[in-house]
């Protein structure tokens, strides 16, 4: 067979569409799918990129050119990540260059990764018990240096026989509270010898196996339900409530996965809750036992990937507890993916693209690798709950919290009326004071759930109603009084305090509304004596901030935790017994088609973490709307009813389940223009999709860093082929590129918005 001549390469661009190039007869054995090459592109610019295909379709280009060099010897990628990644770039209308980039670790780090090298020493030959004896001996007037070879021996456990151990230098000198001066003599005397051996980057305690705990009869069946419905189908929902025992279940699916030599993915919404979950993890699972996020440097990221790649049994890693990230690693023999909190909308990536959402895209890595995969959730997604029930995913309930402890009970607190009855303090109705007073009386701990982080989400004049909102985004600034500034969350943007109106000069400049900063405040004021402490996005920047906050509720020196839903994931504290959320209606009011099971969702998980071993526990909500649907099924804890009632409105208003939805935002800094060119593209998809098209419309937030948006929604039926839809938005798309003067627009495609 003759060799092809050409490879498509995809290059980390936001171009849509492959590159291809010729390849030169003396590097054709080595042009291989997922290797990386280098190549000339541009006028003279050098780029490297993945070899994605080879063929000899030899295209209509002029002056085609060729790749340069080869740089990998094995493929950087293997053909399971290479598939997953088109199959993104498909499904999600994203450019495979875009894929590329949040899948790689950057360029740099893979070529100049090279194991960081740590000294251990070791004996310098098998010396008989005697002739170490007498070596002791002979060290008695050097009593330091005898010191060390006596730790040596005790730490290796070394004696005639026995192959010799080398130990970390720095563990050998600090276990002998030695200084390396004094090990420098016995080197010299060829008694021990210095070795250099790669170490891992990644902090590594060592572990111990503690076998998985045994299953309580209702986890039991569960565990056996879900097992007989792999034997049928590739995917099962879990649904579980809060602390049934999800986590144990899932330990027990890993074991199995684990002994048959396959390897398991974790996947977590948050990166907070993967310090607790993997301390669990580890404990049976030991060092083959990996964790992988945003916050690791890339180095590390670099050093995670090898490992994962590394298919030694012993080296390599078997296990991964990942963010949505985490898909991207080079499995290459996946048995099980379990996405926890499946729910969860953190799965979906927002900006930049791709826009991937990682439980689906987790069920498309899953089928690739012939893997299972299981969803797990005390509240489903209404998508995956009607998946289940119409039978295409197994279902597995387990209505029982573990140990017979009772679901926490729910007090709703209303605070209309405590407000019109001067029984509020500060943002306190009376129910929620006296479930902490009692808590805090039996040092027992508590929760305090609120959606927005700062001080004040905006300040007003008392006078003229006039707020201070960002110079380059359509929204309030928020008041964060820590710092003494006003912060645009969404970019950033700081100013300063005003001391006088804006518009007349008045000094009555007031706080409206309240965040975790404020909150934090006030509980310190009204009990004084607790400890208290926040986590939120301002409190957890630091690679270790939210463990090291964790740790010590976990260790009882927080008695009040306040935080935003960051803390109402999946977290398992022993004594914690009371929630509070402070503020269920701006949760319950967001503008959104999903709002009312997110609000449900959010709710019964923030709930679940209270009262999970003996104590009850018990939650407090407030709202002042105590009548609302959702308020009043929580009370219940009832999410078939909940679900029953969204799927009907979801059929009624023809929303997700029951279509798909493309969005396309469309930005500009020049408001007309934008208007003048979403209206072209509006019109362009009206003539191809008719009635399915809604806008183009401002969404709530209509500028964002001096960039105008527009948007428009397509709603395309169950029936119909997204292959085609996709093409046909495409391709409108591409028409209104060519538009003169649009390349000054920013259009930014999501499929399945969420
Ligand atoms: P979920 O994941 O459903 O919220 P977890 O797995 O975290 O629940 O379980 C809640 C608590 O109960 C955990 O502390 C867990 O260790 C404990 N637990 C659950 N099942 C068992 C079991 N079979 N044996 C011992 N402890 C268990
Ligand atoms: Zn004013
Ligand atoms: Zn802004």
Redesign the pocket.
């Known amino acids: 067979m003759p060799e092809n001549s050409f490879a498509d390469i995809i290059l980390p661009l936001a171009v849509r569409g492959r590159f291809t190039y010729r390849i030169p007869g003396d590097i054709a054995d080595s042009v291989r799918p997922g290797v990386r090459v280098s190549v000339p592109f541009g006028s003279n610019k050098i780029c490297s990129g993945i070899v994605c295909n080879t063929h000899n379709n030899k295209p209509a280009v002029r002056n085609l050119k060729s790749i340069i060099s080869v740089l990998d010897a094995v493929p950087a990628i293997n053909e399971y990540q290479l598939k997953l990644w088109l199959w993104i770039s498909d499904y999600y209308l994203c450019c495979e260059g875009e894929v590329m980039k949040a899948a790689l670790p950057s360029e740099a780090s893979l070529d100049n990764y090279k194991p960081r090298l740590e000294t251990y020493i070791k004996l310098s030959q098998k010396f008989t018990d005697d002739e170490l004896n007498k070596t002791l001996d002979t060290l008695a007037k050097a009593p330091r240096q005898q010191e060390i070879l006596s730790t040596y021996l005790r730490l290796t456990g070394y004696s005639s026989g026995s192959e010799i151990m080398p130990i970390a230098k720095s563990l050998l000198l600090s276990e002998a509270d030695c200084s390396p001066n004094i090990l420098e003599p016995l080197t010299a005397k060829g008694i021990l010898s210095s070795v250099s051996m790669p170490v891992t980057r990644l902090n590594e305690s060592d572990s111990y196996r503690e076998p998985v ?4 009869e209702a ?1 039991a069946a569960a565990y056996e339900s879900i097992t007989s419905a792999f034997k049928f189908k590739n995917i099962v929902l879990l649904h ?1 409530v ?7 279940i899932y330990i027990h699916l890993i074991e199995e996965q684990l002994k048959i030599g396959k390897q398991v993915l974790y996947m977590l919404p948050e990166i907070a809750l993967t310090t607790q979950i993997i301390l669990r993890l580890k404990k049976h699972f030991g060092s083959v036992t990996g964790i992988y996020h945003s916050r690791f440097s890339d180095p590390e990221k670099v050093e995670i990937w090898k490992r994962v790649a590394d298919t030694d049994p012993l080296t390599g890693y078997r296990l991964i507890l990942g963010v949505r990230s985490s898909l991207f690693l080079p499995f290459s023999n996946l048995g099980l993916i379990i996405v926890d909190e499946e729910h969860d909308n953190s799965y979906k990536q927002q900006d930049p693209a791709p826009r991937y959402h990682a439980r689906d895209s987790a069920i498309m890595l899953a089928g690739l690798h012939k893997a299972k995969t299981i969803l797990g959730s005390a509240s489903p997604s209404v998508e995956s709950y009607n998946n289940a029930v119409n039978g295409k995913y197994g279902l597995t309930e387990l209505s029982e919290r ?2 017979n402890i009772k679901l926490p009970e729910i007090i709703i607190a209303n605070t209309r009326e405590a407000y019109r009855k001067k029984l509020m303090v500060s943002h306190f109705t009376p129910e929620l004071l006296n479930a902490m007073d009692v808590a805090l009386g039996k040092e027992e701990q508590i929760i305090l759930f609120q959606n927005r982080r700062g001080f004040s989400p905006y300040i007003e004049c008392s006078e003229c109603g006039w707020i201070p909102v960002c110079v380059q985004c359509a929204v309030n600034l928020t008041y964060h009084k820590g710092i003494g500034s006003l912060v645009c969350h969404y970019c950033g943007y700081t100013a300063g305090m005003p001391s006088k109106c804006g518009n007349c000069h008045s000094t009555g400049m007031v706080t409206r509304g309240f965040g975790t900063e404020k909150i934090e405040d006030d509980i310190k004021i009204v009990f004084p004596a607790a400890r208290v402490a926040r986590m939120d996005q301002d409190t957890t920047r630091n690679k270790n901030s939210f463990s090291k906050i964790i740790k010590a509720f976990e260790e009882r020196r927080i008695d009040i935790l306040i935080g935003t839903q960051m803390i109402s994931k999946g977290l ?1 504290f022993e004594n914690l017994t009371v929630v509070g959320i402070l503020n269920a209606d701006n949760l319950l009011n967001y503008p959104d088609f999903r709002a009312h099971e997110r609000s449900f969702q959010l709710m019964e998980q923030v709930s679940g973490r209270a009262g ?1 071993r003996q104590k009850l526990g018990k939650v407090v909500i407030q709202t002042s709307d105590p009548a609302n649907r959702i308020i009043r099924l929580i009370l219940r804890h009832d999410y078939k009813r909940m679900f029953s009632l969204q799927a009907e409105e979801r059929m009624t208003f023809n929303y997700p389940p029951f279509c798909r939805m493309v969005k396309i935002s469309i930005k500009h800094k020049d408001r007309s223009l934008l208007n003048y060119y979403s209206e072209i593209l509006g019109k362009d998809m009206k003539a191809i999709f008719g009635k399915r098209v809604l806008g183009p419309e401002s969404p709530v937030i209509s500028q964002v860093q001096l960039w105008y948006i527009k948007t428009i929604l397509i709603k395309i039926e169950r029936e119909k082929s997204p292959v085609k839809a996709k093409q046909l938005i495409i391709g409108a798309i591409e028409r209104l590129e060519k538009e003169k003067g649009a390349s000054s627009l920013k259009i930014a495609v999501d499929v399945d918005p969420y």
Do not use: A, H, I, V
């Open positions: 705990k045994k299953l309580s986890q579980g809060t602390s049934s025992g999800k986590t144990e573990y140990g398992d999970r």
